[in-house]
């Protein structure tokens, strides 16, 4: 896979949290691959221009993928680079959180869990990325520095110890027969899979309190539970958060109106 589709799904899913958009890259070799789209349509959501204008093309789940879930979810309502949305009627609303309290967990938004003087960008800064060839050794070199300085990414410690429930992407570590007992939570779709990991702040390693049966890699689900600071790696990318949870469920939109 080419530097610039690691770095368009960088800056599109991992960066733009709540905003929906989804920045494609395109390999150069893949025949295969989906159209290309207009990189001005892609880059307005939320009335915002995406960083740098990173060239658009679609950026879209792996059918032939051999990871558990993948391949069956291709043919979903997400693609890669996707968030959570809002609405399963308004696909363009992306979910943003209530802030209610749910048996005792307060519902959060996955901004919550990022330092605000924490500039995700950073590696980006200064880069004309639209005007970059693939072969070109700054964007190789970006998406490098990038990869080590969200691996790095600073926690909010301010969240240890807080009940929460949080909605997100399962990307499955430990199974048992059918059933799930370890998993890393992700805030977009591919995440992990198809697109580098998230900042080590967007990212939960979650263990549940049992086995929870019936659930695939990059099916959408909710998570209850006490959130932990504590970094953690996996060979599907670091964590800086943790949980044992008390309950997961598949997701719905949340009532934002009440």
């Known amino acids: 896979m080419k530097t610039l589709y690691w770095i368009g799904g960088i800056v599109a899913a991992g960066l733009l949290v709540g905003t929906g958009v989804r920045l494609a890259a395109h390999s150069g070799d893949d025949k295969d691959a989906a159209p290309v789209t207009n990189p001005a349509n892609a880059a307005t959501a939320a009335g915002q221009p995406l960083a740098s204008s990173v060239p658009a093309v679609t950026a879209r789940a792996d059918g032939g993928s051999t990871v558990d879930g993948v391949a069956a979810a291709t043919g979903g309502p997400y693609q890669v680079g996707d968030h959570l949305r809002q609405s399963v009627t308004d696909t363009d609303q992306p979910y943003k959180a209530s802030g ?45 520095k990038a990869k ?78 006490v959130i932990k600071v504590e970094r953690s790696d996996s060979s599907m990318g670091a964590s800086g958060y943790s949980m044992t949870a008390v309950k997961v469920e598949p997701y719905t939109a949340p009532d934002n109106n009440g």
């Open 100 to 144: 209610k309290t749910v048996n005792g967990y307060q519902e959060i938004a996955w901004e919550s869990l990022i330092p605000k003087d924490w500039d995700a960008m950073a590696p980006f800064k200064g880069l004309k990325l639209d005007q970059m060839q693939d072969d070109d050794p700054r964007a190789d070199a970006a998406l490098w």
């Open 148 to 225: 080590k300085y969200w691996k790095q990414a600073p926690v909010d410690t301010a969240m240890e110890g807080r009940a929460v429930r949080l909605p997100g992407f399962v990307v499955s570590l430990d199974r048992e027969g059918e059933a799930l007992k370890e998993f890393l939570l992700v805030p977009y779709f591919g995440a992990c899979i198809h697109v580098p990991p998230p900042p080590a702040n967007q990212i939960i390693h979650v263990k549940s309190a049992k086995a929870v049966k019936d659930v695939r890699t990059m099916d959408a689900v909710w998570i209850s539970g």
